[in-house]
């Protein structure tokens, strides 16, 4: 979709939408809008249910005194209470609607008085959400109905301050390029991407500045990674690790200060401990951590973020072959540690395990932040609309719970300790890959911290819940969320960029 911004003029024809606050008199340009409709508008919000709250939107088709098509009003509840993403809310509920109505092309009117947002702010975080929101995977649709295709293709908005409403949204844009990269990834299936397909599409990056670099199975063999080839081995599809680096800092690129791991089970059947078949359909998104890492890189090349990072991602197939591990077998990691396999559905953390040392031993980085779809236990937790956050640095949760927070990518710390450390621990190994039934997102998570270096600060974040949404949300239409790409994205603004 093609967004502008323009001088706040009222337009005489066309579709125009305007952002209207809770319980607020037209004021601004919405006087202007009201005297054009001779007090309908003021007549509307005072005699209607739709009084400006977040979530409510009202349509007037060929209003009254105006020479528009129609006149879409869109609640952004009470101004002075009005964050950004109030804002991008806003226009992603407005996108919804217009898609839904097949407009083609639109205005949008944003004039708030009293918001604490300046007026380029309030602009561009609602184009922002309308961008979001305007996003559908239908790349395997060939007879769909054109009714029920995407029809917002322009939106043009209207504001005060157009010049840094067009500056601040420039950035936010490259941060949509990387959500919509992970929401691209982690909605194809399984026979399309896979360990060596997954690192092809990631090389796309390179025309970004990103340097990528592959190891393949025999690189790992060499390395003693016997944790993640184990996974992978009943696969016919070949595991890899992908390794990106992003330069923004300078510095000759030879200090990391932080890296990000994700989670790249392209498929996961369970292996040997066979899923139940329904609904492992879904396990084509258990590759969501290593999608989010490589959006992540996306969004921070894409908008020259001023940091040196390291993005990495274990791609692995777990399927249930002659060749596959079983439950009973001891593997040993690049680390040197050995693994009791327990249960081969817990295999994320096997994949990570050896990613985690391979990073700490080659860019040696101050922080590590890993993402997974690791567990089925942190949604009975946490549900679907909140990731579970595992640290052993207090100050690097509160980092990424408030980032979280700012984008509406809410994370919650769960406890970790000695007691749920000795519950994985084995009789014939170091470890054993999964603990008892209690505690399992909190058990995987001290799992990961025993591949953790001593001084490295370290955070997991379990999205098995958010990875993935059954239902449209005012940003996120059903389907591949990209969770954790824009939170990421703050998290490196506000703490790592110069």
């Known amino acids: 979709m093609r967004i502008s911004f323009a001088a706040p003029e009222l337009p005489t024809e066309g579709s125009l939408a305007v952002l209207v606050p809770e319980n607020g008199k037209p004021a601004g340009m919405l006087a202007q809008l009201d005297t054009a409709m001779d007090g309908a508008l003021a007549r509307l919000l005072e005699g209607s249910r739709f009084k400006g709250k977040k979530g409510q939107l009202t349509e007037l088709l060929a209003p009254r005194g105006l020479e528009l098509d129609r006149l879409v009003l869109v609640g952004v509840g009470k101004a002075d209470k009005a964050s950004a993403l109030e804002f991008e809310a806003a226009g992603g509920t407005l996108a919804a609607h217009l898609n839904g109505a097949g407009v083609s092309d639109a205005m949008l009117l944003v004039d708030i008085a009293g918001s604490e947002l300046s007026a380029a702010a309030q602009a561009s975080h609602a184009a922002y959400g309308a961008l979001l929101r305007n996003y559908r995977f239908d790349k395997y ?68 500045g990103v340097k990528v670099e592959i190891l393949d199975e025999a690189a790992m063999q060499e390395r003693g990674m016997g944790a993640l080839l184990g996974v992978g081995q009943g696969s016919e599809r070949e595991s890899r690790i992908l390794l990106m680096t992003w330069n923004g800092a300078g510095e000759g690129g030879d200090s990391y200060p932080v890296a990000f791991v994700g989670k790249g089970v392209c498929f996961d059947t369970g292996g040997i401990s066979l899923k139940p078949a329904a609904g492992m359909e879904d396990m084509k998104w258990d590759m969501g951590g290593a999608g989010v890492v490589v959006g992540l890189m996306h969004a921070l090349a894409a908008r020259k973020a001023k940091v040196n990072v390291v993005g990495a991602c274990g791609l692995v197939e777990n399927m249930p072959d002659g060749k596959a591990q079983r439950p009973g077998d001891v593997v040993t990691s690049m680390s040197g540690q050995t693994i009791e396999i327990i249960n081969t559905d817990a295999e994320g953390r096997l994949v990570l395990a050896d990613v985690l ?6 860019y040696k980085p101050e922080t590590i932040i890993d993402l997974a779809t690791l567990t089925g236990a942190i949604m009975i937790a946490l549900g679907k609309s909140t990731a579970g956050l595992f640290s052993n640095d207090d100050a690097l949760s509160a980092a990424l719970t408030e980032a979280g927070k700012a984008v509406g990518e809410p994370v919650w710390r769960l406890p970790m300790g000695e007691e749920y450390d000795r519950m994985i621990d084995s009789d014939i190994a170091d470890m054993k890959n999964t603990g008892q039934r209690w505690g399992g997102s909190i058990t995987a998570a ?44 703050r998290y490196v603004a506000n703490r790592l960029e110069k």
């Open 357 to 362: 040392t391979y990073v700490q031993e080659r």
């Open 446 to 489: 001290q799992f990961l911290q025993r591949f953790v270096n001593e001084g490295v600060h370290w955070a997991h974040i379990d999205i098995a819940g958010t990875t993935w949404s059954d239902k449209d949300k005012p940003t996120v239409p059903k389907g591949a969320t990209a969770f954790g790409v824009r939170l990421l994205d």
């Open 141 to 208: 649709r060939t007879k769909e109905e054109k009714e029920k295709k995407l029809s917002l293709s322009a939106l043009e908005v209207r504001c005060a301050e157009q010049e840094a409403a067009t500056q601040a949204f420039s950035s936010l844009e490259q941060v949509a390029g990387g959500v919509f990269t992970t929401r691209n990834l982690v909605s194809e299936p399984a026979n399309v991407l896979y360990p060596e397909s997954f690192v092809e599409r990631a090389k796309e990056l390179e025309a970004l």
